[in-house]
Structure formats: C-alpha cells, structure tokens
C-alpha cells in the first residue's frame, strides 16, 4: 500500500489561509469519507485535526476546515498563525491491505 | 479524558523481541467500538501502522510487519501490548499506541523511543 502523496512544505505569512493537499487513489481517498488530518509539532504526538473528510474533534480551532474533490482531500488553514507551524499528515481509510494508510507529510511554515 | 501511556525498554538488541505496552486510563479498554492501534515514527520520517486490535480480541497487522509482529490485549489491566520479534537497526523509532475509530486516531500516548542497538 503506497503512502498518500503530500507535499513537502507549503509556508503562508501570518493572517494567510494555506491548503495542504492529500493524493490518493479510488481504493482510498476517493471511495470513503474516512480522510483525518494530523497536527504534529516537533517531539510531540500527533494530535487529530479533522476526521471523516470535514469534522472537527472538539476544542480544534474552526480555522482549520477539511475538504475532498475525487481522489484528492485538503486541509485549509486559514488565518495562519505562528503557533501552526508543524508536520501535517493526512490519513485514509483503505480497502487495501491495510485498513488505512497515511500521507507523506507536509511541513509548514510560517513566515 | 481518554489518556494513553507507553512503557517498555528504551533499547533493545538486534535479533531481541521489542516488547511494549500502553496502559489506557480515563475510560475501559472494553467498552465502545473503538480499536486499539500501534504505530511509528522512524527520526525524521512519516507516521508508519504497525497494526491494531479490536476489544474482542481481533487483530489486523501491516503486511510488512506481520510476520514478527503480535497485538494482544489484557482488559483486566485495561492494557494493550505490542511485541515485534527479530529487531534489527530499522526498527529504531518513536513507537505510538493510539485510539481509533473509524479510521481516525483521536487519542495518542506520548510515545517512546526504541533504539535497536547492541
């Protein structure tokens, strides 16, 4: 099963809205919403952003918003702040060999 | 609130049995339709699925990993357990043990890292 395809870094300025984008195929990310994004800060665990494509777990900010067209899911980030600067990983559910895969991991940073 | 801690030694030798544990507390291993997953992160590289067992005992394992790898779960101690045989330097990383339901990992330990050296 072949990681997701994520790009390397995306950067914004303070205030700036990003998208990080998360590629898969019709056996993932295109034939389930059961897409999650991941914050990871450095030395830290990651903690869940989004579930199921769009939803927000309790307590994440509303600046974060979740989004998918075909094989592709989003991450949109708006009002970037310094404080969001970290590892970004999307996730998907998989009828693969694996009952769900992960992204490759985006960097962000603020400028 | 869901709280999840990793235990274990922090080196293991080449060829030895990593054995780690995740100690759930804030809420019973048993209950609700969640599984129990392990996963990690090699330095500076991506999130990797070890594999992950379900409150009835079921398991599902990476495929790459299958073959040296065990889940299993003790809900007297609202424990679960990974043990991955044959280590060799690869297998050097942070080790996760999360929550997950339907696909999404809602709650994680801290992790630990595991150095394979002799």
């Known amino acids: 099963q072949s990681a997701l395809t994520q790009p390397a870094s995306v950067s914004g300025s303070p205030g700036q809205s990003i998208t990080i984008s998360c590629t898969g195929t019709s056996s993932d990310v295109g034939g389930y919403n059961y897409v999650s994004w991941y914050q990871q800060h450095p030395g830290k665990a990651p903690k869940l952003m989004i579930y199921d494509v769009s939803n927000r777990p309790s307590g994440v900010s509303n600046r974060f918003s979740g989004s998918k067209s075909g094989n592709t899911a989003s991450l949109t980030i708006s009002g970037l702040q310094a404080e969001d600067e970290a590892d970004y990983y999307c996730s998907s559910y998989t009828s693969s060999s694996t009952p769900y895969v992960f992204g490759t991991g985006t960097k962000v940073t603020v400028l | 609130q869901v709280q999840l801690q990793e235990s274990g030694p922090g080196l293991v030798k080449p060829s030895q049995t990593l054995s780690l544990t995740c100690t759930v507390s804030?809420?019973?291993?048993?209950?609700?339709?969640?599984?129990w997953s392990w996963i990690r992160q090699p330095a500076g590289k991506g999130l990797e699925w070890i594999g992950r067992i379900y409150t009835s005992g079921s398991t599902n394992y990476n495929p790459s990993l299958k073959s040296r790898v065990t889940i299993s779960v003790d809900t007297s101690k609202n424990q679960f357990s990974l043990k991955l045989s044959s280590v060799t330097a690869a297998d050097t990383a942070v080790y996760y043990c999360?929550?997950?339901?339907?696909?999404?990992?809602?709650?994680w330990g801290q992790g630990t890292l595991v150095t394979v050296s002799s």
């Open positions: 804030g809420g019973s291993i048993s209950s609700g339709s969640y599984y």
């Open positions: 999360a929550r997950e339901r339907l696909a999404a990992l809602d709650y």
